[in-house]
């Protein structure tokens, strides 16, 4: 299914290998807006840029950027209607007048190189920085934000030429997101949304800080209470959860909004009621989003929502009183919502227990290129198609191996981006605990139990196996308790 996890991914793959990928708006009137990475600016694509633009080009840097090569914003400019900071204009020093598609390549991967200074540049130019925020989309839905958050994913140097898509139907204004689209298929191009590329922090990245842990009895018996702060929106979160797994059964998991700034001044109120449900269901837990003097709902909030979830150790929960577009983004981050099937419990660090129905993928084990060998942990690969939608990252699971019989594994999901950026095969990479033996050709069954954390790009082989070797331990914590 095309969702916003497979475009996030086909554009990382396309951006590694220098192609440009097209990017909408948030809404369907917003501009669109071609991008391609600054480091791997050439004539060609810059030729395609400005063609099919504005012809204003920018590239979109983060502050520390910006203020290293001396950019100050423009003189008295403020926030523009669209909310870019852009800094003063600039050239690279050439022979050329600097408007040119080999001059604009040439200043952009010149911007894209750590080891340019001040002096490299003339001002004003023909290339328009423009300085993103600090926390990317999360914080500001801009394209600069998007073009700076793929940079950083993809591994790539954290600066991005960007112009608006001028309008084929009306030469006089912008594209907006529908022919954006249609542009993009007409020349093969990847396209995605700038929430697209916010869905894709929020599955990859965690984002809920835990304030606090406890456990207290209560007329329905023992419940777990756990604090959360969401470092995007601010918003503060409580999870009252009930009653160890049952097997046969999902867990029941309510949504309650506080509308009453003092709600322990009543006897009876709706998280009560919701706590009386879970019980009577069996287990689960009740969702409660703090008192907000608007109570306003945004699309960050249905991000929190869904990593709270996520963090109660649940991956195929039935829901109650949730938003839609909470379970949109809970769909997105990997999760499965039951109409009634069984589901795992994960509460906090503890185990899933095994034998409960969860993610699975099947497939044949191919030979790699011994990365993981090298690395010192050895892995089983399957490919994955794009169309796959479950969620990249790092899972504790378990393989059931050709015998029957099963070892527990810690499981990678994506393209390797270490050594490949984005543009390498997608694959799903199980490393077998306490197994030596051969499974090249043989069919294997990959349970996937727990999510622990999103793909990360490694500044050396040194951190990667650092992290490699904190996943085993954690996975053997979570499967075998």
């Known amino acids: 299914m095309d969702g916003p996890t497979t475009r996030v991914q086909r554009a990382l793959s396309d951006m590694s290998a220098g192609r440009p990928v097209v990017l909408t708006g ?205 470092d995007v929106t601010g918003s503060e979160y409580l999870t009252y959860s009930i009653g160890p797994a049952v097997a046969g059964t999902t867990p029941l998991v309510c949504f309650q909004q506080e509308s009453d700034p003092a709600p322990h001044l009543c006897q009876d109120g709706p998280i009560g ?61 990997g999760l499965s919502i039951s109409a009634g099937g069984s589901a795992s419990l994960a509460r906090g660090n503890a185990p899933a227990p095994f034998g409960f129905e969860n993610p699975s993928i099947v497939g044949t084990v191919v030979h790699g290129d011994q990365r993981g060998r090298e690395l010192g942990f050895r892995t089983a690969n399957l490919e994955l198609e794009d169309s796959n939608s479950v969620a990249d990252g790092v899972w504790a699971g378990r393989c059931t191996l050709p015998d029957g019989s099963t070892a527990i594994a810690a499981i990678s999901i994506g393209r390797r981006p270490t050594f490949y950026g984005r543009s390498g095969v997608r694959l799903l990479e199980a490393h077998l605990l306490d197994f030596d033996g051969d499974l090249y050709d043989a069919t294997l069954e990959v349970s996937l139990h727990q999510w622990m954390r999103g793909q990360v790009t490694f500044a050396s082989k040194e951190e990667l196996v650092a992290a490699l070797a904190a996943d085993v331990v954690r996975t053997r914590s979570l499967i075998a308790g």
């Open 26 to 230: 948030s809404s369907p009137t917003s501009d669109a807006h071609i991008l391609i990475p600054a480091e791997k600016a050439t004539v060609e694509s810059i030729a395609f840029l400005v063609r099919h633009s504005s012809g204003l080009v920018c590239a979109a840097m983060v502050g520390a950027d910006c203020d290293r090569l001396g950019l100050p914003n423009m003189v008295g400019a403020d926030r523009d209607h669209a909310g870019t900071e852009f800094t003063v204009s600039i050239d690279a020093i050439g022979p050329g007048t600097g408007i040119s598609a080999s001059d604009r390549a040439d200043t952009l991967r010149l911007l894209a190189d750590s080891a340019s200074t001040p002096d490299a540049f003339t001002r004003p130019g023909h290339v328009l920085p423009a300085r993103s925020v600090p926390g990317g989309v999360l914080e500001f839905r801009g394209p600069a934000e998007a073009a700076v958050d793929l940079m950083s994913v993809a591994g790539l140097h954290r600066t991005c030429a960007y112009s608006a898509l001028v309008s084929e139907l009306d030469p006089t204004a912008i594209a907006d997101s529908a022919e954006a689209e249609t542009f993009a298929r007409a020349h093969e191009l990847g396209h995605l949304s700038i929430d697209d590329v916010a869905t894709y922090r929020r599955m990859a990245e965690p984002h809920m800080l835990t304030q606090f842990t406890f456990e207290r009895d209560s007329v329905h018996g023992p419940v777990r209470c756990v604090g959360y702060r969401s």
């Open 273 to 333: 009621v919701a706590l009386a449900q879970v019980a009577e269901h069996g287990y689960g837990a009740v969702v409660v989003a703090r008192y907000a003097p608007n109570n306003y709902i945004s699309a960050d909030t249905h991000g929190d929502l869904a990593e709270v979830v996520r963090e109660c150790g649940y991956h195929s929960p039935s829901l109650s009183n949730f938003p839609p577009e909470s379970r949109t983004m809970m769909w997105h981050i």
